[in-house]
């Protein structure tokens, strides 16, 4: 086993290795296409990972969380357009899906009121806006539970389907 490093200020994908006691070289072989000087250059934020260095590192690594942090630090399209999420437990995650589809219940049917004309104009404006709000909250809530589930799957608290 390796030393383990104190340098402060370690990024998620150190983090997530030294939590599980890897040493860059161990986590090469697990990972096979990632060298250990490439997954340095990563953690020392040298270099960007690449999508498919991620997904390597989420498996390997076991943290479900490093796909989220990619696309919501990383990826110009993530972080347009998914939610940062993190590791929550089960009953908070259902209480913010089931709070945020609730609060949504209220706005149904203005959503359908401004999608008539297949326009929203000025005087809908204010409302879409709030709408739109709670519909993010729903999109986070949901991020939230898939980052459960596959930790769930990771820890053994959900068998995988056969």
């Known amino acids: 086993m390796g030393k383990r490093s104190v340098k402060e200020n370690k990024n998620i994908y150190q983090i997530s290795r030294e939590n599980m006691n890897l040493t860059r ?34 498996s390997g690594y076991r943290n479900p969380e490093l796909c989220n942090w990619y696309c919501t630090h990383e990826c110009p399209i993530g972080m347009k357009y998914v939610p940062e999420a993190s590791l929550q437990d089960l009953s908070q995650v259902t209480v913010q899906i089931i709070s945020s589809l609730n609060a949504m219940e209220a706005e149904k049917n203005k959503l359908i009121d401004m ?3 297949g326009r929203i104009n000025d005087f809908e404006r204010k409302d879409f806006d709030v709408i739109l709000e709670k519909i993010n909250r729903i999109d986070k809530s949901i991020q939230g539970l898939r980052i459960w589930i596959e930790h769930a799957m990771n820890t053994g608290k959900i068998d995988e389907a056969e």
């Open 115 to 117: 999608s008539v004309d």
């Open 25 to 58: 070289d161990a986590a090469s072989e697990l990972m096979v296409f990632i060298s250990p000087e490439r997954i340095e250059k990563i953690e020392s934020g040298k270099v960007l990972p690449h999508p498919d260095e991620v997904l390597a590192m989420e």
